[in-house]
């Protein structure tokens, strides 16, 4: 089953639709994951960058990532309309840090230990929240999780205080 | 009594006017200022408005624009109110309505109806993103513009979309739609040329271009309006879907939901379940979830998710599932929803009999279309084309937005069902024909571009190929237009 019926993104996915960034360059540091697989109307991210590093000729082609440009400093994350963006760092030994787009109650805070949903919504782990900052209401959460959870957790639920 | 208002709220700032006080059933009601008097009557807890014509069957909240006759109650004596675009206000005398009313009697409200005439250059029926846009470009250039909306705030749907727009920053992508009507309300305000006229609702077209409006107000007017131009953009309504028990309270229009809980901060219900994947449904299944909700899940007909991927994401992640392939087939209930029941389909869309799942909800929300709002039109004897993939009736046009009727234009969800960016643009097109016609020189070349924008980019898009389709359908050719016009 694809994507249009489980409302889940595959690995293989990303890579078929030429938006998973090199090895390489995901071994070197953050950088922005587009997950964003259909050729929607939209051109958002493109003017949102600050780098220049997201382009497209037509309004709606697939985002394309100059990886080389792109520091992922995360502004995209905030500005992506369909918070389909996320930015990942496996550069560190241990951990991964993925920085994802939280527009939900309560809010988050640097410090907080928080759980962490994959794809599908299921608990996988915990996290913790290691930097926040919002922009427009969409809260742009950094969390630290098990670096094989790069890939998987892409929501997380604050516990309430 | 509890108080079904959301105080806190991840992306709007809900800030409520003064306390108003009204009696509902001869109880006395508190509201705040700005509310429908239906919005102020759900946040007291009050589900069930009214009966069925027959009155054997309750009636709650359906489509909370004023469109579908689920809140028809009295209002200072007045039977068929629709209560919800009628604003709160001190001292208001709120009854409900059970089945087919009496014959108002001669009222001093009635008396009280005054007539007045109005010459403008252009008419806009309907305040939404199409009607508004459209009088931005208009009153830019000194038209005098008049726009009409039935409800008692400017904006159409999109004071109730929080999520930012999809699309290019020229038509407002990366903002809240909630924030693109007040931009574009606040810009209209300041423009002397445009009146929004609320509350006002245009019932028909008469001999040598007169159109008729009630303006309903502390002095109800009686709108005699006669412009050179018109631009329909009265929007559309949502659609009901048959089931068993489909009329209980507590199953609602996907937007009677969003106007509750983003137009008035008001909790539409616990748990949800939404039926349709379209972008309405996977959008206010997110929504419901900012709002405190729990959703149970969105059901679908078809083996595909309907709308966008990003959109079906969002709600995923938050473990929301999606069943493609399923259908609602009946609620249950004394006299509200308490339980749902979806079952497979087969390849016919027939139900599969053992595969029911059960949900224990007080909300179902259907998200499975929108038709067009074409009454005016109709009256006025626009040439239209059944299209189902589009909404149902839809009026003919040029590619220029004007209708078998000469200088009167359509734009937006009315001229087919799309979305809001289409509708700015749309708008945009019949502004700039009718300045074409005023001899504004650079009319047509503005015009020119926009227009390859829409149809040779923006509706290029694969995931919006069924409206384009759709609208290519009903777009004739000028010569075309000329002959069925003869």
């Given at each position: 089953m694809g994507f249009k019926e489980t409302g889940v993104l595959t690995l293989q996915d990303m890579v078929k639709a030429g938006l998973m960034p090199t090895e390489e360059r995901l071994r070197k540091g953050p950088v922005a994951l587009l997950e964003c697989p259909e050729q929607i109307p939209c051109n958002i991210c493109v003017s949102a960058c600050p780098f220049k590093a997201i382009s497209m000729d037509k309004v709606y082609d697939l985002p394309r990532l100059d990886e080389n440009k792109c520091i992922g400093c995360g502004v995209c994350v905030a500005k992506c309309p369909g918070l389909a963006i996320f930015v990942i760092d496996i550069s560190k030994s241990d951990k991964a840090y993925i920085t994802l787009p939280y527009?939900?109650?309560?809010?988050?805070?640097?410090?907080?230990?928080?759980?962490?949903?994959?794809?599908?919504?299921?608990?996988?782990g915990e996290g913790i929240v290691v930097k926040t900052w919002e922009y427009e209401k969409t809260w742009v959460v950094t969390v630290e999780v098990e670096k094989d959870l790069w890939f998987d957790v892409r929501a997380i639920k604050v516990e309430g205080v | 009594m509890r108080d079904y208002r959301i105080i806190e709220h991840p992306i709007i700032d809900f800030r409520r006017g003064r306390k108003v006080s009204f009696t509902y059933n001869g109880?006395?009601?508190e509201a705040y200022e700005g509310e429908s008097v239906l919005a102020g009557l759900y946040a007291a807890g009050f589900r069930v408005f009214a009966t069925s014509p027959q009155g054997d069957r309750l009636r709650g909240a359906f489509c909370?624009?004023?469109?579908?006759?689920?809140?028809?109650?009295?209002?200072?004596?007045?039977?068929?109110?629709?209560?919800?675009?009628?604003?709160?206000?001190?001292?208001?005398?709120?009854?409900?309505?059970?089945?087919?009313?009496?014959?108002?009697?001669?009222?001093?409200?009635?008396?009280?109806?005054?007539?007045?005439?109005?010459?403008?250059?252009?008419?806009?029926?309907?305040?939404?993103?199409?009607g508004l846009k459209a009088a931005e470009v208009l009153g830019a250039r000194g038209l005098r513009v008049l726009v009409t909306t039935d409800h008692f705030r400017a904006g159409g749907q999109l004071v109730k979309q929080t999520h930012k727009f999809f699309g290019d920053t020229t038509y407002y992508g990366g903002v809240r739609g909630?924030?693109?009507?007040?931009?574009?309300?606040?810009?209209?305000?300041?423009?002397?040329?445009?009146?929004?006229?609320?509350?006002?609702?245009?019932?028909?077209?008469?001999?040598?271009?007169?159109?008729?409006?009630?303006?309903?107000?502390?002095?109800?007017?009686?709108?005699?309006?006669?412009?050179?131009?018109?631009?329909?953009?009265?929007?559309?309504?949502?659609?009901?879907?048959?089931?068993?028990?489909?009329?209980l309270p507590g199953i609602m229009g996907a937007g009677g939901a969003q106007t509750l809980m983003n137009e008035y901060g008001v909790k539409p219900g616990e748990d949800a379940l939404v039926i349709g994947s379209g972008n309405v449904g996977l959008i206010v299944a997110y929504q419901l979830l900012q709002a405190g909700v729990r959703v149970h899940g969105i059901a679908e007909v078809l083996r595909e998710i309907g709308g966008w991927f990003v959109h079906a994401a969002k709600v995923r992640r938050h473990g929301v599932p999606i069943y493609t392939g399923h259908t609602i087939v009946r609620a249950e209930g004394k006299d509200r929803v308490e339980k749902a029941v979806i079952s497979q389909v087969d390849r016919d869309f027939k139900p599969v009999p053992g595969t029911e799942k059960e949900f224990n909800v007080d909300l179902v929300l259907l998200a499975v279309g929108l038709q067009p709002n074409y009454s005016l039109?109709?009256?006025?004897?626009?040439?239209?084309?059944?299209?189902?993939?589009?909404?149902?009736?839809?009026?003919?046009?040029?590619?220029?937005?004007?209708?078998?009727?000469?200088?009167?234009?359509?734009?937006?969800?009315?001229?087919?069902?799309e979305e809001a960016t289409t509708a700015f643009i749309e708008g945009e097109i019949a502004a700039y024909t009718i300045l074409e016609r005023e001899?504004?020189?650079?009319?047509?070349?503005?015009?020119?571009?926009?227009?390859?924008?829409?149809?040779?980019?923006?509706?290029?898009?694969?995931?919006?190929?069924?409206?384009?389709?759709?609208?290519?359908?009903?777009?004739?050719s000028e010569e075309e237009m000329e002959r069925l016009r003869r």
């Open positions: 527009e939900l109650l309560p809010r988050p805070s640097k410090g907080a230990r928080v759980k962490l949903l994959n794809r599908e919504g299921k608990v996988v | 109880k006395i009601v909370m624009i004023g469109r579908c006759s689920s809140c028809l109650s009295r209002v200072n004596g007045i039977p068929n109110t629709r209560i919800c675009i009628e604003p709160v206000r001190d001292g208001l005398v709120v009854e409900s309505q059970n089945g087919i009313p009496d014959i108002p009697l001669a009222s001093g409200e009635n008396e009280r109806v005054v007539e007045e005439v109005k010459e403008v250059d252009v008419l806009i029926v309907g305040a939404g993103p199409a909630f924030k693109i009507a007040e931009k574009l309300i606040s810009n209209l305000s300041k423009n002397p040329n445009v009146e929004i006229s609320t509350r006002t609702f245009v019932y028909g077209y008469f001999k040598e271009g007169f159109f008729g409006a009630e303006k309903i107000g502390e002095r109800s007017v009686n709108l005699i309006v006669k412009a050179r131009y018109v631009i329909v953009a009265s929007g559309a309504s949502e659609r009901s879907l048959l089931f068993e028990n489909n009329d039109l109709s009256q006025m004897g626009v040439l239209m084309k059944y299209l189902p993939e589009a909404g149902g009736l839809i009026p003919l046009r040029t590619k220029h937005m004007e209708t078998s009727f000469r200088n009167v234009f359509v734009a937006g969800d009315l001229s087919g069902i001899g504004f020189a650079d009319a047509i070349e503005k015009r020119g571009r926009i227009l390859d924008y829409l149809w040779n980019e923006y509706r290029q898009s694969p995931v919006v190929q069924r409206s384009r389709d759709a609208k290519l359908k009903v777009t004739v």
